[in-house]
């Protein structure tokens, strides 16, 4: 989108744009308040953020209780739980990606549909293929849209 057009107020966002930046500055909240362990090192020495899934994980135990906050460290709010919530499409992204590739690797290494249901706790090797059509579509980038 050019830049008259982002300041412009009676020009409607684009939602991908929106969502992206939504997404960024949850990262850096989450990052900025709740970063422990080494995540706080590599926020306070590089600036550099949590991956989504470790924030996500970070806010839901210190919500739920399962984790001690550091000293000093705010409790979890209402912005911090919506921050957490924006992450998810983005941590279950990279996490289906990952579903994806070991599905590639084990059919590669000649795992078969029932092994792979099986350590999946599938039932059957048709829902194992099923799942990987699902998560291959999913990752594949849609032309149309």
Do not use: C
Not at 8 to 25: G, K, M, N, V
Not at 32 to 57: I, T, Y
Not at 121 to 140: D, M, P, W
């Amino acid at each position: 989108m050019p830049e008259n057009e982002r300041n412009d107020p009676f020009t409607r966002p684009d939602p991908q744009d929106a969502r992206r930046l939504r997404s960024y500055e949850a990262l850096m909240r989450i990052t900025e308040r709740h970063a422990a362990g080494d995540h706080r090192v590599r926020w306070d020495e590089r600036r550099m953020p949590m991956e989504p899934f470790d924030a996500v994980r970070r806010v839901a135990d210190l919500a739920a209780g399962s984790a001690l906050p550091e000293p000093d460290e705010p409790p979890v709010d209402q912005s911090d739980l919506t921050a957490a919530l924006t992450l998810v499409p983005w941590a279950r992204g990279e996490f289906d990606q990952m579903e994806a590739g070991l599905l590639q690797m084990a059919k590669g290494r000649g795992m078969t549909w029932n092994e792979i249901a099986f350590g999946l706790g599938l039932g059957t090797a048709q829902a194992a293929r099923q799942r990987h059509e699902r998560l291959t579509r999913r990752a594949t980038p849609d032309d149309d849209a």
